[in-house]
T-cell receptor, first 110, second 112 residues
Framework: GEDVEQSLFLSVREGDSSVINCTYT??????LYWYKQEPGAGLQLLTYIFSNMDMKQDQRLTVLLNKKDKHLSLRIADTQTGDSAIYFC??????????FGQGTTLQVKP | DADVTQTPRNRITKTGKRIMLECSQT?????MYWYRQDPGLGLRLIYY???????NKGEISDGYSVSRQAQAKFSLSLESAIPNQTALYFC???????????FGPGTRLLVL
């Protein structure tokens, strides 16, 4: 079945780069997404990548997609304390539904 | 004003009570979704609707029901709440054919 896996926790120092990884199983996914959830808040779409792309860059965010290995990553350059949040990877299934990973809690230490 | 709103934002109820969570949207989207979030499990889909007359079960629909009263409104009901339904509930909307789902702010539910 469809499954999305993420590690649960990542801790970095302010100013370092953060890399959050995700693996998925549905090779027919058209889009893959990264959502951010700040404490006590809803989900905010950070970025998404179309499945025929390898990379997408948006300011401090870089998304890399390895379709062969079904591996998605989100790199945050110059990580700030305001980046502390839970980051969810998601794929869209062939029925149009989103399948989410468990979420990676990013802790940024000053 | 927020495009996707949920009411209430917080709710405490007792085991066995019936409760309803409401979701409204002003985005004009045809698709609406209900998810629940539990720590370490991510978001899981409860029900979804692609149009007013369309209702579909998601991954974890047992113990829940929904009503799509209008294109802009999608309600989630817990007929007889139980403690393991304590969670954060999110509504989302999407326009069919487009790639993005937009989430409401969430309803935090505690069942005692």
């Amino acid at each position: 079945g469809e499954d999305v896996e993420q590690s649960l926790f990542l801790s970095v120092r302010e100013g370092d780069s953060s890399v959050i990884n995700c693996t998925y199983t549905d090779s027919s996914s058209t889009y893959l997404y990264w959502y951010k959830q700040e404490p006590g808040a809803g989900l905010q779409l950070l970025t998404y990548i179309f499945s025929n792309m390898d990379m997408k860059q948006d300011q401090r965010l870089t998304v890399l997609l390895n379709k062969k290995d079904k591996h998605l990553s989100l790199r945050i350059a110059d990580t700030q304390t305001g980046d502390s949040a839970i980051y969810f990877c998601a794929e869209n299934s062939n029925t149009g539904k989103l399948i989410f990973g468990q979420g990676t809690t990013l802790q940024v230490k000053p | 004003d927020a495009d996707v709103t949920q009411t209430p934002r917080n709710r405490i109820t007792k085991t066995g009570k019936r409760i309803m969570l409401e979701c409204s949207q002003t985005k004009g989207h045809d698709r609406m979704y209900w998810y629940r979030q539990d720590p370490g499990l991510g978001l899981r889909l409860i029900y979804y609707s692609f149009d007013v007359k369309d209702i579909n079960k998601g991954e974890i629909s047992d113990g829940y029901s929904v009503s799509r009263q209008a294109q802009a409104k999608f309600s989630l009901s817990l007929e007889s709440a139980i403690p393991n339904q304590t969670a954060l509930y999110f509504c989302a909307t999407q326009q069919g054919g487009e790639e993005t789902q937009y989430f409401g702010p969430g309803t935090r539910l505690l069942v005692l």
